[in-house]
């Protein structure tokens, strides 16, 4: 079997850094309990999967990341801050936070009316990043995520793989300590698919923090260092993604991953 991306960082330090620690959390819709007394660390360099069945909190276990979702109990602790508390807010800068904690959505988000170059040089203008650092840094990432030759093309102008890409590049603009993915490639044609992964694959094996949240299980396996099985709101298991997707020891993980085939 060819090597992991995991694996080959294996030489790394084998207790790093805490980017992310989540204890506690809850999160409630409406009345229907979502995210059920949720514990999850993040090292430094680690890359995280998140798997499960749709409607099972896995999205909003990422959203409360970055406080797009406020929860109602539990700690939330991003590069050594706490910044959200027993159903309050208390991270005194939300922009540092997003900046800090890159976003890259399902369906791309990008702002139709502006080119792939403007949607990049954007967050960082707001950010007070001079015009000329924005538009040097916004044309040398998407050179890095293989799009550059399309840098004048509006959104619609662009394929969902390169307005995936070109989404990557914003979420790296601001030089994020963690990058999330949510579902990146759920909307994709397998061509676009392997376009997006084969970036993600790069930024992997620089050894980027990620949390992915996924139904690309071959992909997980591949890079991930650990993998988050959950369901009903609950970790149900989490591992290696060998232990979670080779040998699972949770009847609910073998049912749920037997649905999907083999990833082996």
Same mark, same amino acid.
């Given at each position: 079997?060819?090597?992991?991306? /995991?694996?080959?960082?294996?030489?790394?330090?084998?207790?790093?850094?805490?980017?992310?620690? &989540?204890?506690?959390?809850?999160?409630?819709?409406?009345?229907?309990?979502?995210?059920?007394?949720?514990?999850?660390? &993040?090292?430094?360099?680690?890359?995280?999967?998140? &798997?499960?069945?749709? $409607?099972?909190?896995?999205?909003? #276990?990422?959203?409360?990341?970055?406080?797009?979702?406020?929860?109602?109990?539990?700690?939330?602790?991003? /590069?050594?801050?706490?910044?959200?508390?027993?159903?309050?807010?208390?991270?005194?800068?939300?922009?540092?936070?997003?900046?800090?904690? $890159?976003?890259?959505?399902?369906?791309?988000?990008?702002?139709?009316?502006?080119?792939?170059?403007?949607?990049?040089?954007?967050?960082?203008?707001? /950010?007070?990043?001079?015009?000329?650092?924005?538009?040097?840094? /916004?044309?040398?990432?998407?050179?890095?995520?293989?799009?550059?030759?399309?840098?004048?093309? #509006?959104?619609?102008?662009?394929?969902?793989?390169?307005?995936?890409?070109?989404? &990557?590049?914003?979420?790296?603009?601001?030089?994020?300590?963690?990058?999330?993915?949510?579902?990146?490639?759920?909307?994709?044609?397998?061509?676009?698919?392997?376009?997006?992964?084969?970036?993600?694959?790069?930024?992997?094996?620089?050894?980027?923090?990620?949390?992915?949240?996924?139904?690309?299980?071959?992909?997980?396996?591949?890079?991930?260092?650990?993998?988050?099985?959950?369901? $009903?709101?609950?970790?149900?298991?989490?591992?290696?993604?060998?232990?979670?997707? $080779?040998?699972?020891?949770?009847?609910?993980?073998?049912?749920?991953?037997?649905?999907?085939?083999?990833?082996?």
């Amino acid at each position: 079997m060819t090597e992991s991306f /995991a694996a080959a960082r294996s030489t790394s330090q084998a207790l790093p850094e805490a980017v992310v620690r &989540i204890e506690g959390l809850r999160k409630s819709f409406d009345g229907r309990l979502v995210l059920d007394d949720v514990h999850l660390t &993040i090292g430094r360099g680690r890359i995280v999967s998140v &798997i499960g069945q749709s $409607g099972g909190g896995k999205t909003t #276990l990422m959203r409360c990341v970055n406080l797009l979702e406020q929860p109602e109990h539990g700690t939330i602790e991003v /590069a050594g801050e706490v910044v959200h508390q027993d159903g309050r807010t208390v991270c005194r800068d939300l922009p540092r936070l997003r900046r800090t904690v $890159g976003m890259v959505f399902q369906r791309f988000n990008l702002f139709p009316h502006l080119t792939a170059v403007e949607n990049v040089v954007l967050a960082q203008r707001r /950010a007070g990043v001079a015009e000329l650092e924005a538009l040097e840094r /916004a044309v040398a990432l998407l050179r890095r995520v293989g799009v550059a030759h399309r840098a004048l093309a #509006l959104p619609d102008q662009l394929s969902g793989g390169e307005q995936q890409r070109v989404a &990557i590049a914003r979420a790296l603009a601001l030089k994020p300590e963690l990058l999330l993915f949510d579902e990146p490639t759920s909307s994709l044609d397998p061509e676009a698919t392997r376009e997006v992964l084969t970036v993600m694959r790069e930024l992997a094996a620089d050894g980027m923090t990620m949390m992915l949240v996924t139904h690309e299980l071959p992909f997980a396996r591949e890079v991930s260092d650990h993998v988050v099985f959950v369901d $009903g709101g609950r970790i149900v298991e989490e591992g290696t993604p060998e232990d979670v997707l $080779g040998a699972p020891a949770q009847p609910r993980t073998r049912e749920f991953l037997a649905s999907y085939g083999s990833t082996s």
